[in-house]
């Protein structure tokens, strides 16, 4: 029970990352049903359910009866992004890239020592996801940054989590800029089966190379200033 009860916390906070981090549900949004989100977080429907409740009762979702759940329309995102201003589509892409370089590899090192078993599993299935998107010619723009994010969120470190809207505008950019490229696509490809064989693997020195090397393989992309 207890154990689940922790599932249900991260699985209510990935929830609040949607809103707050990613903006998939702005306030007076309506979340997916609950088949829907459940197969997306890869938890149970009882699961979910308890995540929702945490969020009902901390005054960030409401359930309106006959009509679903919904972000509450006086949710204040703005203080949950103490971020966000590090974020303008101003910034120099390569400055994002390089501040990936800085600590996207050690949050995967981290990862692969801490992550649970239920973080793990979530980690490969969205980079399978991100496979047969690129297989089949389909954005991966938002599986990417959910990617990033659960090994991001699997590093147990609220800091590293607070960064991820930095983290979301380089994916963006990077997603774009490889598109165009059949050799950073193929690249990508690669990359990710060897970070996720070592993440699998719990090799954490593994996971911080593999991540370093799949950066800088996206920075090879960037166009010359």
Do not use: W
Not at 44 to 49: A, N, P, Q, V
Not at 104 to 120: D, G, K, M, N, V
Request: charged content about 30%; overall charge negative; aromatic content about 6%.
């Amino acid at each position: 029970m207890e154990q689940e009860s922790r599932l249900s916390d991260r699985i209510a906070d990935s929830i609040l990352s949607m809103i707050t981090v990613e903006q998939r549900f702005l306030p007076g949004s309506k979340l997916p049903n609950e088949n829907i989100l459940s197969e997306e977080l890869k938890v149970s429907r009882t699961t979910l359910r308890e995540a929702i409740r945490i969020l009902v009762t901390g005054g960030i979702l409401e359930i309106r009866r006959g009509r679903g759940t919904f972000v509450r329309e006086d949710f204040e995102v703005g203080r949950f992004r103490e971020f966000s201003r590090l974020t303008p589509a101003s910034v120099n892409v390569r400055d994002l890239y390089e501040m990936r370089l800085i600590f996207e590899p050690e949050a995967a090192r981290y990862a692969a020592a801490r992550a649970t078993e239920e973080e793990i599993q979530r980690i490969l299935a969205l980079g399978e996801e991100i496979e047969e998107r690129i297989r089949q010619g389909r954005d991966r723009t938002r599986v990417e940054q959910s990617f990033h994010k659960s090994i991001a969120k699997a590093t147990h470190n609220e800091f590293i989590n607070q960064l991820m809207p930095v983290i979301y505008e380089g994916i963006n950019k990077g997603v774009k800029l490889s598109e165009s490229h059949e050799e950073a696509v193929q690249a990508t490809l690669a990359d990710h089966k060897m970070l996720m064989d070592f993440l699998k693997a719990r090799n954490g020195e593994g996971a911080c190379n593999a991540m370093r090397i799949h950066i800088l393989h996206a920075m090879e992309q960037l166009p010359m200033e």
